[in-house]
C-alpha cells in the first residue's frame, strides 16, 4: 500500500466521523425538543421541625480563673500545642504569622518587639495589658472579645483547659505572673 491508498483510507474514516457528528448538530438545530423545565426528577421532601436550641451561656471568665490555683501546666502545654501553628513560645524565638509569646502575660497589648506593625487595629486599639481575665475572655473567643482582630482562632471553650493553658503561659517568662487570688 502506497501513501496515496493510506490517505485515502485516512480522508475515508474522517468523512465519516465528520458526517456523524456534524449531522447530529443538524438535526439538534432543525428539531429542537424540549426537555423538563428541571432536569432530574421531583423527590419527596419532608421539612425538618426547626431545634430550638437553649441559649448559649455567657462566658463566666470568674470560674475560669478560680481554676488557676489548681490548674495544670502539662496539660496547658498540650493545649499550646494548637497555638504553635502559628505562634512560638520560647525567649527569643522569631515571630510566625502572630507573635511570640514569651512573657505575654503582663506584657502590654499589641506590643510584641519585632511585631508592632503587624498588629490589627483592632489589637492595637485593645489598649492595656494582658492580665489573666484579659486572656482568659480573649483566648476564649478572640474574635467576640476584640472584634477585627486577625487572629482566625476558634477559641477555647472549655473553662479547664483554659485554665490549664493560662497557667502554661505563665511559665513562659522569665518572672511569672502571680496567680489571681479570689
Request: with cysteine; aromatic share 8%.
Amino acid at each position: 500500500m502506497d501513501g496515496f491508498e493510506f490517505n485515502k483510507i485516512a480522508g475515508a474514516v474522517l468523512s465519516a466521523m465528520l458526517v456523524i457528528a456534524g449531522g447530529r448538530v443538524l438535526l439538534d438545530m432543525a428539531m429542537p425538543h424540549h426537555g423538563p423545565e428541571k432536569p432530574g426528577w421531583a423527590l419527596p421532601v419532608t421539612e425538618a421541625k426547626a431545634k430550638t436550641a437553649a441559649p448559649e451561656a455567657a462566658f463566666d471568665v470568674a470560674s475560669v480563673l478560680g481554676l488557676l490555683p489548681k490548674a495544670n501546666a502539662d496539660a496547658g502545654a498540650d493545649i499550646f500545642k494548637k497555638c504553635m501553628a502559628c505562634h512560638t513560645g520560647n525567649k527569643g524565638d522569631k515571630n510566625l504569622v502572630g507573635p511570640n509569646l514569651w512573657g505575654i502575660v503582663g506584657r502590654k497589648t499589641a506590643s510584641a518587639a519585632g511585631f508592632e506593625a503587624r498588629y490589627s487595629e483592632a489589637m492595637k486599639g485593645h489598649a492595656g495589658e494582658w492580665t489573666f481575665e484579659r486572656l482568659a475572655k480573649y483566648l476564649h473567643n478572640p474574635a467576640q472579645e476584640v472584634p477585627g482582630n486577625k487572629m482566625v482562632f476558634a477559641g477555647i471553650p472549655d473553662n479547664t483547659d483554659l485554665a490549664d493553658l493560662l497557667v502554661y503561659l505563665r511559665k513562659l517568662s522569665d518572672s511569672p505572673a502571680a496567680l489571681p487570688t479570689k
